[in-house]
């Protein structure tokens, strides 16, 4: 339990980390351009928080539909134009550009993009931080994913994903009451990141999620439900040709006011089938 929440801080700093380095490569890459310091203001201040909300949105609607959008045979299209398309502006661009290499959009498949998509189970600790009882505790859990891949050839990476996880059930103690808490998340994320070295790759991880919770103390339960936001950093490596596997931290908010108020986070294995 300690162990998770000494990575809080950390986690933080390493996934705006992984955003950095995303800008820091495009930066590298369009020379070309001289953006003016009214570009750069109105990129920085307008332009690029407009794309990333896009992108969250167009990740609802995309996780939203993709049972259906797999079974029609346009998932590949609909995650890019909904989801990649514009959180490569948000991320990848230099600051004040108005192009960008290896947009998604211009690349073919198979020359410079790749797209998959991939099944993933993941299993790991989750720690329990409940704020309105001021009580804390651990539990192993899992979730199982579905989602979509894309690779593009300077070594970015974007991935689409609808899942469940379960957080366990945690067995508290308060002044000598003891109680259980289990919750549950059903969730739609978008993770981004770079190959770092050989194949492995370092990822960050936004998206939202809609919780349940369950309290059982002595003969009485009670229940609360709601929305909340997700984010976490991970790496990832392929060690075959259709199998990944990779270890993350995602910190999620499970927030009802004066109802259930909590952040659980997570240290997760996963293992992904690619197909």
């Given at each position: 339990?300690?162990?998770?929440?000494?990575f809080?801080?950390p986690l933080?700093v390493?996934?705006?980390?992984?955003?950095?380095?995303?800008?820091?490569?495009a930066?590298?890459?369009?020379?070309?351009?001289?953006?003016?310091?009214g570009?750069m203001?109105?990129?920085?201040?307008?332009?690029?928080?407009?794309y990333f909300?896009?992108?969250?949105?167009?990740?609802?609607?995309?996780?939203?539909?993709?049972?259906?959008?797999?079974?029609?045979?346009?998932?590949?299209?609909?995650?890019?134009?909904l989801?990649?398309?514009?959180l490569?502006?948000a991320?990848?661009?230099?600051l004040?550009c108005g192009?960008?290499?290896?947009?998604?959009?211009e690349?073919k498949?198979?020359?410079?993009?790749?797209i998959?998509?991939?099944?993933?189970?993941?299993?790991?600790q989750a720690?329990?931080?409940e704020?309105?009882?001021?009580?804390?505790?651990?539990?192993i859990?899992?979730?199982?994913?579905?989602g979509?891949h894309?690779?593009?050839?300077?070594?970015?990476?974007?991935?689409?994903?609808?899942?469940?996880?379960?957080?366990?059930?945690?067995?508290?103690?308060k002044n000598?009451?003891?109680f259980?808490?289990?919750?549950?998340s059903?969730?739609?994320?978008?993770?981004?990141g770079?190959?770092?070295?050989?194949?492995?790759?370092?990822?960050g991880?936004?998206g939202?999620?809609?919780?349940?919770?369950?309290?059982?103390?002595?003969?009485?339960?009670?229940?609360?439900?709601?929305?909340?936001?997700?984010?976490?950093?991970?790496?990832?490596?392929f060690?075959?040709?259709?199998l990944?596997l990779?270890?993350?931290?995602?910190?999620?908010?499970?927030n009802?006011?004066?109802?259930?108020?909590a952040?659980?986070?997570t240290?997760?294995?996963n293992?992904?089938?690619?197909?």
């Amino acid at each position: 339990m300690r162990f998770l929440a000494a990575f809080k801080k950390p986690l933080q700093v390493s996934l705006a980390a992984v955003l950095l380095l995303s800008g820091t490569v495009a930066t590298a890459q369009t020379v070309e351009e001289d953006p003016s310091a009214g570009a750069m203001v109105i990129d920085a201040v307008l332009a690029r928080p407009l794309y990333f909300a896009l992108s969250q949105v167009g990740s609802l609607v995309y996780g939203a539909t993709l049972p259906f959008t797999l079974l029609g045979g346009n998932a590949e299209q609909a995650a890019e134009t909904l989801v990649v398309t514009p959180l490569q502006a948000a991320f990848v661009r230099c600051l004040g550009c108005g192009k960008m290499p290896n947009q998604v959009g211009e690349l073919k498949e198979g020359e410079g993009k790749f797209i998959r998509h991939f099944v993933m189970l993941s299993a790991g600790q989750a720690n329990y931080s409940e704020s309105l009882v001021d009580v804390s505790g651990s539990a192993i859990g899992g979730g199982l994913f579905l989602g979509t891949h894309f690779s593009l050839n300077d070594d970015s990476r974007y991935d689409v994903l609808l899942g469940y996880r379960t957080f366990g059930t945690a067995e508290l103690d308060k002044n000598g009451t003891e109680f259980e808490d289990t919750a549950s998340s059903i969730q739609i994320a978008s993770r981004f990141g770079k190959r770092i070295f050989w194949d492995l790759e370092l990822m960050g991880k936004l998206g939202l999620h809609r919780w349940s919770a369950e309290r059982k103390v002595n003969n009485s339960t009670s229940s609360s439900s709601g929305f909340g936001f997700l984010y976490g950093i991970g790496v990832e490596r392929f060690v075959s040709d259709n199998l990944r596997l990779g270890l993350d931290y995602t910190v999620y908010s499970l927030n009802k006011k004066d109802e259930y108020e909590a952040d659980v986070s997570t240290a997760d294995l996963n293992i992904s089938y690619m197909f």
